[in-house]
């Protein structure tokens, strides 16, 4: 389900999470049964538009290209040049106060989700941030908000040259969370 500009003004829309400056307003839309998540640029005036678009299209390649990876949600498309809607998976940002809460098996499998979006010639940069790694409700890790990511062609020269270098950066994220749960629940 991909929203119109229009849907966006309506009165079945959430803010998950205002905008303002260079970041885009995060909207939940309901359409019947349906529930997306709109990452919505639009707001600002005239001056950085094109700018604003090239990092919505930016975005959206690295949902692209993860399509299908179990911990990352469907991009459905583009509503205009400066939005875009996703598949909305509900769960609870990373943080201390999950420690106890989350399966066991967690980080050993965001540990692999991380290593699949690598594979898959994307690194986040992001993913230190807690609201960007969730605990979703089935007890998952979910990845979120790729305005920071780079995307490489799996097999070309940046993703065996480049990409294990930055990967650092997302491996490290995943030794924090590993860390901060650890400790809360001693």
Do not use: T
């Not at 965001?110 to 609201?131: I, K, N, T």
């Amino acid at each position: 389900m991909i929203p119109s500009r229009l849907d966006l003004a309506g009165d079945q829309v959430e803010q998950l999470r205002g905008g303002g400056g260079r970041k885009p307003d995060v909207l939940c839309v309901r359409a019947g049964e349906s529930v997306c998540v709109v990452k919505d640029a639009a707001a600002g005036g005239r001056l950085g538009r094109r700018f604003r678009g090239w990092l919505v299209r930016r975005e959206l390649r690295a949902y692209e290209q993860l399509a299908g990876h179990p911990a990352v949600p469907r991009a459905f498309g583009r509503v205009d040049d400066l939005a875009f809607a996703l598949e909305y998976r509900p769960g609870e940002v990373m943080g201390p106060r999950l420690s106890g809460q989350v399966p066991g098996g967690f980080i050993p499998e965001l540990r692999d989700a991380v290593h699949e979006m690598h594979a898959r010639g994307v690194v986040h940069l992001d993913l230190r941030h807690r609201s960007n790694v969730l605990a979703g409700r089935d007890g998952h890790p979910v990845l979120i908000d790729f305005a920071s990511a780079i995307c490489f062609r799996p097999g070309g020269w940046g993703a065996r040259l480049v990409l294990p270098l930055l990967a650092w950066v997302d491996r490290r994220a995943v030794d924090k969370w590993e860390r901060q749960l650890r400790a809360a629940s001693s």
